[in-house]
């Protein structure tokens, strides 16, 4: 990211007209990034906002929303206090006799108001791009905006919301110096670091008592589409209820269990290393007694009986922020096999909730993937797996469906990401090598760790009770390369922490 400058001129220490905004009481946790932004409010007998979001994440044009006749949009500020300020933008409208919304060539939208009458809102302008060029400006005046003194407080967010898609534009200013924060004239300045971390998100859990005891995996089932889902917590004896912990969530594969992949990824061991909440879910179980998930075109009875494995998992993200407390920036999803493909789903279609993706042993399996904004991945597979073959195709497991292959998989999470150049060797740790797809923008990266010889089996896991499953055999496991402390140091670093 680039450089940032903060301007204010005002203490953003109450919510302003709470009656329309749609503003939720803290930040999302995943929007789209930008390189560089600069938030500016001066006070005054007519207060004054202005916000720039430039270089951003590739968006299309429709990723942007209709504001000629559809999309309603909200601008939201948060202190670390809560407090916001709020303000909505309606699509259409008729401003000084003309249109409000215009769009300007292929790739812009434009709102103009020399009168601020929509919520004070005076210029907004959305701009679309290929790369990573995205802009978005927005000026707004008027008693919409809460005018006071500093000092002010970071870290602070300020998002850009769609009332249609759960697409958002964020830029978040973090904990630094400030090199003005000036109550005679009315304005502050804060610069920061671009290698400064990106601030923790607490969820409404922390300053709770513990629900889950740590230094124990806990069994836990909650009720979603009329189902009851079952999952085990771990959480680590670091854990403090004030201060805001990572999530890893952990899939089986099929005919696996979710206490199975705990034992066989060896998470517990890293997560009590590492801090962070190791969470195991279960799939639904078949009437033969079999847990898949619902990965798209794979696998099983999951997919056959159209089960809402992404809405189970979004309502145990929204169990987990309460009963815990839990980094909402930093929910991480990692799978074995038909885990992995429901992770790559998840990639695709729960962005708004997922940071990062690390699917070990399975492929990519949607029909379409349109995220709400590209998510960083790192996909783990053995060369040798017979299962999943590497090249694609029917596997000779029982799934019985042709597999998406590897490089069709990392292609398509390149052209989603927007990366560019050759790929380089990022990792080489015993038979595994990971490479980089080349330079993903704002750290999208695309991360491909190759198992030589690699079966379909957890890479430095614990080795499976059985050689295989029918005429399947697992094939070769390493112990060279170790899969859990590989993902967690690529989940680390996306965000920066």
Request: aromatic share 6%.
């Amino acid at each position: 990211m680039g450089s940032r400058r903060l301007l204010l001129a005002a203490s953003l220490l109450a919510a302003v007209d709470t009656a329309t905004a749609a503003c939720p009481s803290a930040p999302l946790p995943a929007c789209r990034e930008a390189g560089t932004s600069r938030l500016t409010i001066r006070a005054g007998q007519v207060p004054r906002l202005r916000w720039t979001w430039k270089l951003g994440t590739r968006t299309a044009l429709a990723e942007l929303g209709d504001p000629l006749s559809s999309t309603t949009y909200s601008l939201c500020v948060w202190e670390p206090g809560g407090s916001t300020v709020e303000l909505l933008l309606p699509p259409g409208g008729t401003c000084g006799g003309a249109p409000c919304w215009s769009l300007r060539g292929a790739t812009t939208y434009r709102y103009r108001d020399g009168a601020a009458t929509q919520a004070g809102f005076e210029t907004v302008r959305l701009q679309a791009s290929p790369q990573a060029k995205a802009k978005i400006t927005v000026v707004a005046r008027g008693s919409g905006l809460l005018a006071g003194a500093p000092p002010v407080a970071t870290p602070l967010a300020v998002q850009l919301l769609r009332s249609d898609a759960p697409i958002c534009f964020e830029s978040v200013f973090p904990d630094t110096s400030f090199a003005r924060n000036d109550p005679e004239v009315g304005r502050a300045t804060v610069r920061f670091d671009p290698a400064d971390p990106v601030p923790a998100l607490p969820s409404s859990g922390c300053g709770q008592p513990a629900v889950y005891p740590p230094g124990a995996a806990t069994a836990d089932a909650l009720t979603h589409d009329g189902l009851t889902r079952t999952f085990r917590v771990y959480v680590p004896l670091s854990y403090d209820p004030a201060v805001p912990m990572p999530v890893v969530l952990l899939f089986h594969g099929g005919f696996g269990s979710g206490a199975q992949v705990e034992a066989s990824a060896k998470v517990v061991e890293v997560a009590e290393e590492k801090g962070f909440i190791a969470v195991s879910p279960d799939g639904v179980l078949s009437p033969g007694g079999i847990r898949t998930w619902n990965g798209g075109t794979c696998c099983g009875y999951a997919t056959a009986a159209g089960i809402d494995d992404v809405g189970f998992v979004r309502a145990l993200i929204d169990h987990l922020e309460a009963a815990a407390c839990v980094d909402r920036r930093r929910v991480f999803a990692t799978g074995m096999s038909n885990g992995a493909m429901l992770t790559h789903r998840l990639a695709c279609d729960l962005a708004d909730r997922i940071r990062a993706v690390g699917p070990v042993a399975g492929t990519d399996m949607t029909a379409s993937c349109a995220p709400a904004r590209p998510v960083p991945l790192m996909h783990i597979h053995g060369s040798d797996d017979g299962n999943a073959p590497f090249e694609g195709g029917l596997g000779c497991g029982l799934a019985g469906v042709p597999f998406t292959s590897v490089p069709e998989t990392i292609a398509r999470a390149v052209e989603r990401n927007g990366c560019a150049g050759a790929p380089f060797t990022s990792l080489i740790q015993g038979d595994g090598t990971c490479t980089r797809q080349g330079q993903c923008p704002l750290g999208t990266d695309v991360d491909l760790c190759v198992i030589a010889g690699g079966g379909h089996v957890w890479p430095g896991g614990t080795p499976p009770v059985l050689p295989g499953i029918g005429d399947c055999p697992f094939g070769y496991q390493t112990q060279s390369f170790i899969a859990t402390r590989v993902l967690w140091d690529f989940f680390a670093l996306h965000p920066p922490g």
